[in-house]
């Protein structure tokens, strides 16, 4: 049982860069995988990024590799998105998730956040 609220989307231009930070209730948060996705308009819901428990792994879409970090903060119960080099196609609501043992192999994820929204100008 965690609750996620995502800040730091904004308005960017192509070659920009943005933090995203995701905010996690409760005292376990260092039981829980960690994940980003993403969600244009009219397109489906994809995976961004992932990191393990304690921040020994790091999982990225080929897409990104290279241009985003995922890291995380367990004594402050936050997780970070940092993206370089944004793209207008990078442009998308991005959710934060939380997930047990099927996250990595399966990107089954149990709790989600609202999402902020980052938009890349051209």
């Known amino acids: 049982q965690v609750q996620l609220v995502e800040s730091g989307g904004g308005l960017v231009q192509a070659g920009g860069s943005l933090r995203l930070s995701c905010a996690a209730s409760?005292?376990?948060?260092?039981?829980?995988?960690m994940g980003w996705f993403r969600q244009a308009p009219g397109k489906e819901r994809e995976f961004v990024a992932a990191?393990?428990?304690?921040?020994?792994?790091?999982y990225y879409a080929d897409s990104v590799k290279g241009r985003f970090t995922i890291s995380r903060d367990n004594a402050k119960n936050t997780v970070y998105l940092q993206m370089n080099s944004l793209k207008p196609e990078d442009s998308a609501l991005y959710y934060c998730?939380?997930?047990?043992?099927?996250?990595?192999?399966?990107?089954?994820?149990?709790?989600w956040g609202q999402g902020t929204q980052v938009t890349v100008s051209s």
């Open positions: 990191i393990t428990r304690s921040g020994g792994n790091k």
């Open positions: 998730a939380a997930g047990g043992d099927l996250a990595i192999p399966f990107k089954k994820y149990d709790y």
């Open positions: 409760g005292r376990t948060f260092s039981s829980y995988v």
